[in-house]
T-cell receptor, first 115, second 114 residues
Framework: DAGVIQSPRHEVTEMGQEVTLRCKPISGHNSLFWYRQTMMRGLELLIY????????DSGMPEDRFSAKMPNASFSTLKIQPSEPRDSAVYFC?????????????FGPGTRLTVT | AQSVAQPEDQVNVAEGNPLTVKCTYS??????LFWYVQYPNRGLQFLLK??????LVKGSYGFEAEFNKSQTSFHLKKPSALVSDSALYFC????????????FGQGTTLQVKP
C-alpha cells in the first residue's frame, strides 16, 4: 500500500494568496483527518470526515479555512486568503473505523510557509 | 471529556539503558489508547495500541506499553534504547465511544545519547 499521499510537500506563498492542500487516503479507509502542527500549539485536529461527510470541524480556525471530501479517495484543505500565522505543517491521516481498529495513519505532511 | 497527559516534555536516556515515556489518561468508558512516534520532518507513525486484553502490549521497533487501569496510565517502554529511537512520542486516546477522533497528548521528546 502506498500509504497516505499528500501534495505538495512544500508550499511557499505570499499573504493573501489561496492555498490548496491535497490528500489521498489509504484505499479502503473510511475516515479522514486534517491536522496542523506548530511549535507553539503542537498538533491540532482541524476537521474529521467519516464516509466523506464532515463529522467534526470544531478545530477549523476561521472561515478562511475550508475542507472538502468529494469522494473516498480525495480531500482538499483550502486557505483563502492565507496569512503568515497559517505557516505550519499540515498533516492528513486516515483510518478504518470498525471494531477495534481506530489507529490513524499519517501522511508525510505539507510544510506551508506564508510570507 | 476524554483527555491524555504526557507529564515530561523531554526524556534523556543513555543508549542501552531501558526507557520509559509516561502517559496518563482520563476517559469515560473503556479506553482505547495509542502511541505514535514522529521522526524529524516526518508524519506520525503508529507504534502500538491497547483496546482490551493483556495489559502489556507489544508494538513496532521493540517498543511495548503497559496499561494500568488503577493508575490510569499507559507508559511506553523499551528494554534497551537505541540512538535511533530519538524522536517525538505522542500518546493518544480515542475521543469517545462513538467517534474515530483521537485526542493526542502534547508529545515527549526522547533523546538517546551514545
Amino acid at each position: 500500500d502506498a500509504g497516505v499521499i499528500q501534495s505538495p510537500r512544500h508550499e511557499v506563498t505570499e499573504m493573501g494568496q489561496e492555498v490548496t492542500l491535497r490528500c489521498k487516503p489509504i484505499s479502503g479507509h473510511n475516515s479522514l483527518f486534517w491536522y496542523r502542527q506548530t511549535m507553539m500549539r503542537g498538533l491540532e485536529l482541524l476537521i474529521y470526515f467519516n464516509n466523506n461527510v464532515p463529522i467534526d470541524d470544531s478545530g477549523m480556525p476561521e472561515d478562511r479555512f475550508s475542507a472538502k471530501m468529494p469522494n473516498a479517495s480525495f480531500s482538499t484543505l483550502k486557505i483563502q486568503p492565507s496569512e503568515p500565522r497559517d505557516s505550519a505543517v499540515y498533516f492528513c491521516a486516515s483510518s478504518f473505523e470498525s471494531g477495534p481498529n481506530y489507529e490513524q495513519y499519517f501522511g508525510p505532511g505539507t510544510r506551508l510557509t506564508v510570507t | 471529556a476524554q483527555s491524555v497527559a504526557q507529564p515530561e516534555d523531554q526524556v534523556n536516556v543513555a543508549e542501552g539503558n531501558p526507557l520509559t515515556v509516561k502517559c496518563t489518561y482520563s476517559v469515560s468508558g473503556n479506553p482505547y489508547l495509542f502511541w505514535y512516534v514522529q521522526y524529524p520532518n516526518r508524519g506520525l507513525q503508529f507504534l502500538l495500541k491497547y483496546i482490551t486484553g493483556d495489559n502489556l502490549v507489544k508494538g513496532s521497533y521493540g517498543f511495548e506499553a503497559e496499561f494500568n487501569k488503577s493508575q490510569t496510565s499507559f507508559h511506553l517502554k523499551k528494554p534497551s534504547a537505541l540512538v535511533s529511537d530519538s524522536a517525538l512520542y505522542f500518546c493518544a486516546v480515542r475521543g469517545s465511544s462513538n467517534t474515530g477522533k483521537l485526542i493526542f497528548g502534547q508529545g515527549t521528546t526522547l533523546q538517546v545519547k551514545p
